[in-house]
């Protein structure tokens, strides 16, 4: 399975972010990709002021386009997220897959708001603005299940948990940490998810924009079921192209069976979605 | 808080591990640390043939020695792990936990046996030996809850989640990762449940010893609960001395609401002991 990541920023105007994603996926994606990746909110500034501006319902404008690009590569696209409103004017940051014919396969909400204040660091509460999703999400694809999740969902254990004990071999997470989080925290916690849950983890980020009020880490990155580190870009724009074998899983989780010895006498994950 | 780690191999005698211990107590610990924590099987050589020759039951030699330490001084001792036996000839790895007066506050019998098969790498099965507990453990100090588990158990982050849940601040965790998944996982694993639960974590390991069957990667190590890596050995015997808040707990679960921000309605940890 070969997939590829595409780091950018998000530029002012949201067809003109499609409208990058598509040339860069033109000029540098191989024509064998299967899966291309795009970063959390890839078409909307990281700005709790603009993600109603930006918002659009499940079927708009930016879906559309997504869509046609699947169809027109015949791949499938993780479309990172993209501020959704519904039709009671919340607004959700959306995750969207799509698939080889451009249909669209899974929808994820983002569950966990990112509310962070930082003493000299980051503050940030998205919750003021977003709406958080009511769904776990696993999706078939001809690869096996996948699951996904949107960005701050890659610090509860639970979450990857319930994925893997649906299946999942490979979690894609369209993402933005940021300058005090990432450097801390973003390569620790895609490598632990990976490794506690024997899956492969495909983080995609915007790039670093300092221009922009929120500052993205980026290092869109690819970590294997027993935490290696595939690929990981830096905080530049770019694409990173990476071969992965999901059966990879499978050996991991036989030679170190995690998943089979949880104590599930002594707790479990309850109230699965 | 001030903590000393005991990085040491087991010898062949169980009382002369007890004596090596409590010679570099004498001579290497300060007077006024407060938690003395040793190794897992601190005075048994990891080897499953040995495990039920070296077992005491609750009360035994090692124990008592153990308990005599902390009295002598004063301070809490984390007893890292010892082979316990009980009336029905069952053997356990157990971890327990003296206060300073020499009372037993902690019992732990290790709940995940480890049991791994790495295709040219490490194989084990201390299932064939050890039976597993069965229960999770947390107990009351004067520096408020802590959590107490066993090497291979630091692989479960619903065992995490449940200490944290309870109240623990700082788990305990004596352990010895081996020459195939120390390098790969042993940071990677405390680094990620310590930040994960916004909690401290110390893990104390034999040191490295060419001339057992097992060669333990060492590393003791302690992490602050915004996962930085506040002191670490090398594969060599030696002791670490780490003086902690547990303040800091608070000030990072505010600033960061991991723990509060759990989505409950979505899932939960169940079952627990």
């Known amino acids: 399975m070969k997939i590829a990541q595409i780091q950018m920023p ?16 033109d000029e540098k994606v191989p024509k064998d990709v299967d899966l291309i990746t795009l970063p959390e909110m890839f078409c909307c500034p990281y700005d709790i002021k603009k993600f109603a501006v930006y918002a659009e319902k499940e079927g708009g404008q930016v879906w559309q386009a997504c869509s046609d690009i699947a169809k027109e590569r ?17 607004i959700y940051n959306t995750a ?6 451009g249909k ?19 503050r940030f509460r998205e919750s003021e603005v977003i709406t958080a999703g009511n769904k776990i999400t696993t ?27 649906k299946g999942a ?38 790039s670093r924009d300092d221009g922009s009020s929120y500052r993205s880490w980026g290092h869109s990155i690819v970590v294997d079921p027993w935490a290696r ?19 990879q899983a499978d050996t991991v989780r036989e030679q170190l069976p995690l998943l089979k010895h949880r104590r599930t006498d002594l707790y479990g994950i309850c109230n699965e979605h």
Chains 1, 2 share one sequence.
């Not at 580190?229 to 694409?239: F, K, M």
């Open 74 to 90: 015949q791949c499938y696209l993780s479309a990172g997220s993209i501020p959704e409103a519904d039709d009671e004017g919340n």
């Open 229 to 247: 580190v595939l690929s990981q870009l830096g905080e530049e724009p770019g694409v990173a192209i990476t071969d992965i074998d999901l059966a």
């Open 104 to 122: 669209q396969i899974a929808k994820h909400r983002k569950v966990h708001l990112f509310d962070i204040s930082i003493k000299e660091g980051q």
């Open 10 to 25: 998000a530029s002012d105007y949201k067809m003109k972010s499609v409208a990058r994603a598509k040339q860069i996926i």
């Open 169 to 206: 071999r490979i979690i894609l997470v369209p993402a933005s940490f940021n300058m005090t989080t990432g450097p801390a925290h973003w390569e620790l916690l895609f490598r632990s998810q990976a490794v506690n849950n024997q899956v492969f983890i495909v983080g995609t980020a915007a």
């Open 96 to 101: 969207y897959v799509f698939d080889r014919e």
């Open 139 to 165: 999706f078939e694809t001809e690869f096996g299940t996948m699951g996904i999740c949107v960005c701050f969902d890659v610090r509860f254990p639970e979450l990857f948990r319930v994925m893997a004990l």
